[in-house]
């Protein structure tokens, strides 16, 4: 049967087709993700299912979580690792937490510190961080032990030379990041779009962004700050 086609049910306990039930019931499940796999747990421990309810593997860990770019995270006695479609460890490394792979990219941590590992396990540059963000349309979001936020590309060099308290992904060539005055948009280039601040906004959407000024009050604004009208 197509995997894309089933849900998980209502209880969040089991799996359903069409409003049937078909696998199930367990005592916790997740959805299915490519190649077409799902993690469920049972009485005798975490693991995935194929889309005709069959194990993928005989071993059984503490936790299993969904697959991405082919490879899901798994918790285990000795730590968190992935395993591949087979249900094979990519690698020996163990860490303390585990991410999901975005654009062939993960992050983990080690010991309090985050970092980016390749598809094979391996890190992406030797710099350690007090968080890391998944990765989007080639940067990701980093706190350094400063507490100061940066965008860094996948050899983990900065992209711009500014630092913010806060501060997202891009999406569609801005991203929201708040400094000492407050929230902001800037571009790729890490520059404020305006020289307005908010209390609290979201990220553009085909050319517009809602916003609380620092009044309380909802707006709608343009790219270029400009309030096009209030909610």
Same mark, same amino acid.
Request: aromatic share 14%; hydrophobic share 30%.
């Given at each position: 049967?197509?995997?894309?086609?089933?849900?998980?049910?209502?209880?969040?306990?089991?799996?359903? *087709?069409?409003?049937?039930?078909?696998?199930?019931?367990?005592? +916790?499940?997740?959805?299915? &993700?490519?190649?077409?796999?799902?993690?469920?747990?049972? $009485?005798?421990? +975490?693991?995935?299912?194929?889309?005709? =309810?069959?194990?993928?593997?005989?071993?059984?860990? *503490?936790?299993?979580?969904?697959?991405?770019?082919?490879? !899901? !995270?798994?918790?285990?006695?000795? =730590?968190?690792?992935?395993?591949?479609?087979?249900?094979?460890?990519?690698?020996?490394?163990?860490?303390?937490?585990?991410?999901?792979?975005?654009?062939?990219?993960?992050?983990?941590?080690? =010991?309090?510190?985050?970092?980016?590992?390749?598809?094979?396990?391996?890190?992406?540059?030797?710099?350690?961080?007090?968080?890391?963000?998944?990765?989007?349309?080639?940067?990701?979001?980093?706190? #350094?032990?400063?507490?100061?936020?940066? &965008?860094?590309?996948?050899?983990?060099?900065?992209? &711009?030379?500014?630092?913010?308290?806060? *501060?997202?992904?891009? &999406?569609?060539?801005?991203?929201?990041?708040?400094?000492?005055?407050?929230?902001?948009?800037?571009?790729?280039? =890490?520059?404020?779009?305006?020289?307005?601040?908010?209390? #609290?906004? $979201?990220?553009?959407?085909?050319?517009?962004? *809602?916003?609380?000024?620092?009044?309380?009050?909802?707006?709608?604004?343009?790219?270029?700050?400009?309030?096009?009208?209030?909610?």
């Amino acid at each position: 049967m197509n995997w894309k086609n089933i849900k998980v049910n209502a209880e969040g306990n089991g799996f359903c *087709l069409e409003g049937q039930a078909i696998f199930g019931p367990y005592k +916790s499940v997740l959805k299915f &993700h490519a190649p077409g796999l799902a993690p469920v747990e049972d $009485e005798t421990g +975490s693991y995935h299912i194929n889309s005709e =309810g069959m194990a993928l593997y005989r071993q059984r860990y *503490l936790r299993t979580f969904g697959y991405y770019c082919e490879r !899901a !995270a798994v918790s285990s006695e000795q =730590g968190q690792f992935h395993i591949d479609t087979k249900g094979n460890a990519i690698y020996g490394e163990r860490y303390d937490w585990c991410g999901n792979y975005q654009q062939d990219i993960c992050t983990v941590r080690k =010991g309090g510190e985050y970092f980016h590992i390749d598809l094979q396990g391996h890190p992406l540059y030797e710099e350690r961080y007090r968080y890391a963000g998944d990765f989007r349309d080639g940067y990701a979001c980093v706190r #350094q032990a400063d507490g100061y936020c940066l &965008h860094i590309d996948s050899q983990g060099r900065a992209l &711009h030379p500014y630092r913010y308290l806060e *501060l997202d992904v891009f &999406h569609k060539g801005f991203a929201r990041a708040k400094d000492e005055a407050g929230w902001l948009h800037i571009d790729l280039a =890490g520059r404020p779009v305006y020289n307005r601040r908010f209390l #609290q906004l $979201e990220p553009f959407y085909n050319g517009f962004a *809602l916003v609380q000024n620092q009044g309380g009050e909802h707006e709608i604004i343009n790219e270029k700050g400009d309030c096009q009208h209030k909610i």
